[in-house]
């Protein structure tokens, strides 16, 4: 791999708190609007080549189950892909919390998962760009999969990156067996462009 | 003499942060600790009069941290500081003894005012 690629101890260790204080921020959103108590994670960072960006979300979802996810396109100072990878009762879960009663039908149940993955990524994904003096814009979420295995969701051939930026987080309900995760996929010209964002970010201190 | 503080943080970055945001005139001697093991091992060596201690951390996480300190009854000025801004994170913080609750990224009038708020000499 291109070395200008990889990040240092320090630049990897500064995305990681950068990311744990952007999560901070969409975790509190989701407690409001689901009314419990969301546990954080550690954020998980990883650079890849594009073949085996797949296996590196399986591995970090953790079980081969079958998932729903919605994606969003941002760009900007930095440009990707943000993901939210809901496990097959993850939908019900949250309409349960929110409220519905079972007859939700499937065309509500999206908008749901929609909606959630929006406040999920808008919130995280301005907080990095915030603290990194960064600006995004984001696509409208859409749905990017229904009831797939983990390691179908990105198909590597459709992808025009050769490396990618992973980065994880995922959002868990003490109430019950739900965990969300967060992804966000950047390709290599992003990569660059945060490495300086984040030598910036830590000349403050 | 210096008062001993102890600054707990998985991330590098955040305890420099944490530490330029302490009041420039304050007399400490600083230990750094990365989780919350580690944090408990330089609590019982005495260095941790004052803490600053994050929530989310492997090991042991600062939940983890205050569970202990109160169960072995022990007592030192905690200061939360984590990205975690939900009303019960700071709720169960308190309950667990924590003094105070700082939100990251960390305002440096915010941690004197608190200091000053407790009488921790300055």
């Known amino acids: 791999m291109n070395d200008q690629l990889l990040l240092t101890p320090d630049q990897r260790d500064a995305l990681q708190e950068v990311t744990n204080i952007a999560m901070g921020q969409a975790g509190a959103q989701l407690a409001q609007i689901l009314e419990v108590f969301v546990q954080l994670s550690v954020p998980r960072i990883n650079i890849t080549e594009s073949a085996n960006i797949a296996g590196n979300i399986l591995q970090l979802v953790g079980t081969p189950q079958s998932v729903t996810a919605i994606r969003q396109a941002f760009s900007g100072t930095l440009r990707g892909e943000a993901m939210v990878v809901y496990d097959e009762n993850g939908c019900r879960d949250l309409a349960d919390l929110m409220g519905y009663e079972d007859d939700i039908d499937r065309d509500s149940e999206r908008e749901l998962l929609l909606d959630v993955g929006n406040v999920l990524v808008g919130a995280c994904l301005n907080g990095i760009a915030e603290l990194l003096q960064a600006k995004l814009s984001f696509s409208a979420p859409t749905i990017m999969a229904e009831n797939v295995e983990v390691g179908r969701l990105i198909n590597p051939q459709q992808l025009t990156w050769n490396y990618a930026l992973l980065v994880e987080v995922h959002f868990t309900l003490e109430v019950r067996d739900f965990t969300c995760h967060l992804m966000t996929l950047m390709p290599e010209e992003s990569i660059v462009a945060l490495k300086s964002a984040l030598d910036a970010f830590m000349e403050n201190f | ?122």
């Open chain 2, 1 to 122: 003499m210096p008062t001993p503080i102890l600054v707990v943080d998985d991330s590098v970055m955040a305890r420099k942060m944490l530490i330029k945001a302490l009041p420039a005139g304050w007399d400490v001697e600083i230990t750094q600790a990365g989780n919350g093991l580690e944090a408990l091992a330089a609590y019982r060596e005495g260095k941790a009069e004052v803490m600053f201690l994050d929530l989310t951390m492997p090991e042991l996480d600062g939940y983890g941290v205050l569970e202990t300190l109160q169960a072995e009854g022990l007592n030192s000025f905690v200061i939360v500081v984590s990205a975690d801004i939900q009303p019960l994170a700071r709720e169960r913080v308190r309950q667990l003894g924590a003094l105070a609750f700082v939100k990251k990224p960390v305002e440096p009038t915010q941690i004197e005012s608190i200091l000053r708020e407790y009488g921790i000499a300055l």
